[in-house]
Structure formats: C-alpha cells, structure tokens
C-alpha cells in the first residue's frame, strides 16, 4: 500500500514538472518578446548610429593620413629623385588622338591647299605640314590645278608671302583642332605657314627634351629659310611653344641671322613660376619657395629643363609681339605681364595686347578674335620693313 502511494507520489511530481515545462514551453514567445523590448530600447539603436560613425570617421582619418603621406611625403621625393616625371607632365607628348592622319592635310580641317612632308632632325624624322596663302590657293583651285609638293615648296620663294613658323605647345600635335584654325587664319592672311611637330609628338621620331625641342624647330627655320627667297620669316610659339621659340630665336639673334619678328601666344616668364601656378602643381602649393625651388625646379634644371624665357629675351634683336587672354587658365595672365615689363625694362621693340576675360578665349583660342588678322598684319609689316623685305 505505501509502496503504491510513493509511486503515485513520483507519477504526481512528473506530471507537474511536464505542466510547468509546457508553460515555460508556451510563455516562450512572449519570454522573448519582453526580452527583445529589454534589450532593442532607443538607445540601443543611437548606440548604433554611433558606432557607424565612428567607423566612417576612421576610415576618414585614415583616407586623411594617406592623402597626406602622398602629397607631403611620397609626390615631393618622386619628383626630387625623378625629375623626369615632372618633366614628361611638362612635355605630355603621350596624350594623342587615335587614328589621325597626318598625310591628307585637309583630313584635320585645314581649309588651304598644303603638304605634309618629313625633314631629318638628329633623332629621326620630323613631320612637317607647308600650307599655302589663300588667295594662291584659290587660284590653283579656280584653274582646276592641283600642284605637285615640289611646286608648292617652290611658291616660297617665287611668290611675295611672308611666311609664318608656328611652334605649337605641349600635348597632342599639329593636328589638334584649334591648332588648325589658327594655320586657316594666318592662311587667310595670305602668309605661307609652315607648321612641324617636335621629336616625340605627333609622327616625329625621338623623345623629347628642352634642347631637342629647339633643334628640331631649328632643323624647320633652316629649311624654312633657305626656301624663302627674300620673303619675310616669322617665328610663331604658342604656350610651352612660346619657351623653344623665344630660345631659339635668341640663339639666332646671337648668331647674328634673327628672323624678321617673333610672335608669343600665351607666353610666362619662367620655368618656376609657370609650373607653381599650373593647375597640376596644386598638390604642391604647400611648400614654401624654397623648397619649391629645390624639390621641383632644381632637379629640373639638372636635366636641361630650363624655359628661362626672362633670360633669353636679353638677346634678341628682332620685334616681338605677345598675345595673352585676361582668362587664361594654364598661363595666368600676370606671367605674360612679368614677361612685359622684363623686355621693356631691357628696351626691347615689344608690342603687349591683352584680351578681355569677357571675350572668353581662356588658353587656345586667341585666334577667334575679330581683331586679331588686323594686329598680326600690322606687326608683320613693320617686321618686313625693318629687314628690307617686301610684306
């Protein structure tokens, strides 16, 4: 009898803990759901936020501390130890348009009857274009002509056109759109313009260099001129261009042998001064002078990188005449005006015309100012006669 009693006992205390298990088992939803309300309050969800937070601002400081290392650290001993980095950003003779052709002249938009022809510089060949005077080439067109390379070489000297030899500036090549514009303008003027591409641009031979730059323009107004006859020669840069031609027009006038004018599109003073105000050298306006001069331009001029343009304008002997837009963005205009004032403190024959932010012609477009055939014209003709040549 107790032993069935103390089996009913234990059968009795099962069955109670199985019912408290079932409720436990059935509270379990609702056990959870107050838990979850305990432990997701508002807070919790700020304390998120603030988390999220702070990890965007890590990878800030991080993303900071990189840009700094870059700019502070990694960019000035790159340029110091390889200056010929900075110097092919100078140069930029490896931006090109793909697929031009650089043997059908009017391909590129080039309105007067032309030739493109090679010359022999010392690293190879030099592409050269030789577009004619308008009106000659309308009256080839109206007779039905079409002359061979050989007689439009000859009309240099057979005809009374002055001639123009345009050196372009840095990147692409002589057969960049604006570039060709301005060939159509001085064609229009009825001047012969000859324009090449330096070693390194365009489908000239070699790489480029401050001193190749120059002999290869040389190699051109050698030839240029002994095909001239006594028709008046004037030298053309444009940007960088205004650097090789204002060195080589120095050297000619050293020599003696001067062209009859140079002509300055968008020129600056100096190598410092016109790679500090460059937009790419923004990353570097940190430094003080000095250690501009040391860190950038020094290691520049131990390659023979130098684009002293204030220096070289002490010799020369023949007018120039420089063009600057007010809004130029690559040369800012106050390094055209230094450029000024050095060569009339130096009694140079030099005319200065600026034009108006208004106008809008920024770097390269000079050559749509309505004004512009009238100014060159005149300065054309008063290089003529100073030489004795006719205009």
């Known amino acids: 009898m107790r032993r069935n009693n103390g089996i009913n006992n234990i059968e009795e205390a099962e069955a109670s803990v199985s019912l408290r298990s079932r409720q436990l088992v059935s509270d379990g939803t609702e056990t959870r759901k107050v838990d979850q309300e305990i432990e997701d309050p508002p807070l919790v969800r700020q304390i998120g936020i603030i988390n ?6 890590k990878i800030c400081a991080f993303m900071t501390a990189l840009i700094f290392l870059v700019v502070v650290v990694i960019i000035p001993l790159l340029l110091y130890f390889c200056p010929q980095c900075m110097q092919q950003l100078f140069f930029l003779n490896f931006r090109r348009m793909p697929l031009t052709d650089y043997e059908n002249v009017s391909s ?16 190879g060949k030099i592409g050269v274009w030789h577009m004619l005077p308008s009106k000659l080439s309308m009256r080839y067109r109206e007779n039905g002509l079409r002359p061979s390379d050989e007689e439009i070489e000859e009309t240099m000297s057979k005809e009374q056109h002055s001639i123009v030899l345009y050196a372009h500036g840095n990147s692409f090549d002589r057969t960049i759109s604006h570039r060709c514009e301005l060939y159509n303008v001085l064609s229009d003027m009825d001047y012969h313009v000859v324009a090449f591409d330096y ?4 489908d000239s031979d070699g790489n480029p260099s401050e001193a190749g730059l120059v002999n290869d323009t040389r190699v051109v107004f050698d030839y240029v001129k002994q095909k001239a006859g006594n028709n008046s020669l004037v030298v053309w840069g444009h940007s ?9 027009v120095s050297d000619l006038s050293q020599e003696g042998s001067p062209p009859a004018g140079l002509i300055l599109e968008s020129p600056f003073n100096n190598l410092h001064d016109v790679i500090s105000h460059h937009p790419f050298s923004l990353p570097l306006r940190w430094m003080p002078d000095s250690m501009f001069q ?3 331009i020094n290691p520049l001029y131990s390659i023979g990188l130098h684009m002293d343009l204030d220096k070289w304008i002490a010799n020369i002997t023949c ?6 837009a007010a809004d130029d963005h690559v040369i800012p205009v106050k390094l055209a005006r230094l450029l000024k004032e050095r060569a009339l403190a130096l009694e140079k024959n ?6 108006d932010v208004k106008r809008e012609f920024r770097h390269k477009f000079i050559y749509k100012a309505d004004e512009l055939p009238a100014l060159v014209m005149n300065f054309m003709h008063k290089c003529a006669v100073l030489k004795g040549q006719p205009s």
Request: proline share 2%.
């Open 108 to 123: 590129n938009g080039v309105r007067a009857m032309a030739r493109s022809f090679k010359l022999r510089g010392d690293q």
């Open 240 to 248: 960088m261009g205004t650097g090789v031609s204002t060195k080589l």
């Open 319 to 324: 007018p120039i005449l420089m063009l600057h």
């Open 350 to 355: 030099v005319e200065y015309v600026e034009f």
């Open 199 to 202: 070693r390194g641009y365009g």
């Open 52 to 57: 999220c937070l702070i990890r965007f601002l």
């Open 294 to 296: 040391e860190i950038v």
